[in-house]
């Protein structure tokens, strides 16, 4: 049953990635004010939601786990690094589709407001964790550092989220999570706003997969190595 | 006195208590100084712009300070120049005549809240002198063609 789901993980997220392109640049009407440029609201949001929120969140849960009570569990030390690789990747995602929506909208790449900032610091920790894991050998410190440092670098994520409300921003407020509740987007356009969430959340499920197998691998590649390296060495010192 | 076996396994070291607890105090310490600085608005510099109200607020003050102007361009106010644009942003309490000298954005019109960079030729000038225009769009999405998206309560949006 478990096997079966995670096969179908990858047709899944091909089929409903393929069905937002579809729904996001046939069907729906462009913007009233926008016009086709409108269109880049069912990429750029979704993948902000999985850098910022999912993957982000599941390296700083996982940490969390890791550390509190002491489990020190060798499976939430792989799904944190697996998590933060992921959103590494998607956090550079979001603030390119940002700026090539920027360009043409705010007339500029890049501006220097807190959101913009703030997610590119966060795209720095998501790095600076990863380049931290490579500066430890032994896998119990390492694991406990990169925790400590996923839990510090997590207060942006807050940040980031009410960066539009707390500061003026060139960037726009919330679309979908308003203060008020009012959705500001209408009839398909939300429809096809929300499955291209839906699409992003199992693309990253997808990818976090594979890069928590590919951990694992690694794992026992090296284990398998020290094995033979030990066998080897105990065949030398034989007569 | 037996013999311990050299085999069997040692109980861990005790677990290092202190670095825990400094851990834990850089940790409260690093929250403590975000919601510090959080709450005394000190970062209240990380604003982007300021509005036209502000900067008509802080008129005295500002000089001929660069600034980012924030407001909407006032309907019928738009007068195309060789180099960019002369209109008039307007704020919920006044309004500020814009000389500006750049490309405007492609989204750029009446009723479009732009962010101006730029500043008063002097202390007490009156128009402001824009260098650039950063077109602040809103969240809103509201289909293009009228017909294609229908309300709950029937009107067509």
């Known amino acids: 049953m478990h096997r079966t789901l995670a096969r179908l993980l990858g047709p899944a997220t091909l089929a409903l990635l393929a069905l937002t392109v579809w729904l996001g640049l046939v069907v729906t009407p462009p913007d009233r004010v926008q016009g086709n440029l409108a269109r880049l609201v069912y990429v750029h949001p979704a993948v902000a939601w999985v850098a910022l929120y999912l993957s982000f969140g599941t390296a700083t849960i996982a940490s969390a786990l890791y550390l509190w009570r002491r489990t020190r569990s060798v499976t939430l030390d792989r799904v944190a690094v697996s998590a933060m690789e992921v959103s590494l990747v998607f956090i550079v995602l979001t603030l390119v589709t940002g700026s090539i929506w920027g360009r043409p909208t705010w007339g500029v790449w890049w501006a220097w407001d807190a959101r913009l900032t703030s997610t590119a610091i966060l795209g720095v920790l998501a790095a600076g964790y990863l380049a931290l894991r490579r500066a430890n050998d032994d896998p119990q410190r390492r694991a406990t550092r990169s925790a400590v440092f996923a839990l510090v670098a997590a207060i942006n994520v807050p940040i980031i989220h009410f960066s539009v409300l707390w500061w003026k921003t060139l960037h726009q407020g919330a679309t979908v999570f308003t203060a008020n509740h009012t959705l500001k987007i209408h009839g398909l356009m939300a429809w096809t706003l929300l499955l291209s969430f839906v699409a992003f959340s199992l693309a990253y499920l997808w990818l976090l997969r594979a890069r928590y197998r590919l951990e694992v691998a690694r794992a026992r590649r090296e284990s398998d190595d020290l094995t033979a390296a030990l066998a080897a060495r105990v065949l030398e010192g034989r007569p | 006195m037996s013999v311990a076996d050299p085999l069997a396994p040692v109980a861990p070291p005790p677990a290092p208590d202190r670095s825990r607890r400094r851990t834990l105090v850089v940790l409260v310490v690093l929250a403590g100084l975000i919601v510090l600085l959080l709450s005394q608005g000190l970062l209240s510099n990380l604003n982007y712009f300021e509005t036209v109200d502000q900067v008509l607020a802080s008129r005295a003050s500002l000089g001929s300070h660069e600034v980012r102007l924030e407001g909407l361009v006032a309907p019928h106010s738009i007068e195309r120049t060789a180099l960019g644009a002369n209109f008039?942003?307007?704020?919920?309490?006044?309004?500020?005549?814009?000389?500006?000298?750049?490309?405007?954005?492609?989204?750029?019109?009446?009723?479009?809240?732009?962010?101006?960079?730029?500043?008063?030729?002097?202390?007490?000038?009156?128009?402001?002198?824009?260098?650039?225009?950063?077109?602040?769009?809103?969240?809103?999405?509201?289909?293009?063609?009228?017909?294609?998206?229908?309300?709950?309560?029937?009107?067509?949006?």
Do not use: C, D, M
Request: a positive charge.
């Open chain 2, 88 to 157: 008039v942003v307007t704020g919920s309490r006044g309004s500020i005549p814009v000389h500006e000298s750049g490309a405007p954005p492609e989204l750029f019109g009446p009723n479009i809240p732009v962010v101006v960079v730029g500043h008063f030729a002097s202390a007490t000038a009156r128009v402001f002198t824009g260098t650039q225009i950063l077109v602040k769009h809103t969240a809103q999405y509201i289909a293009a063609h009228p017909s294609r998206v229908r309300a709950p309560n029937g009107s067509v949006r």
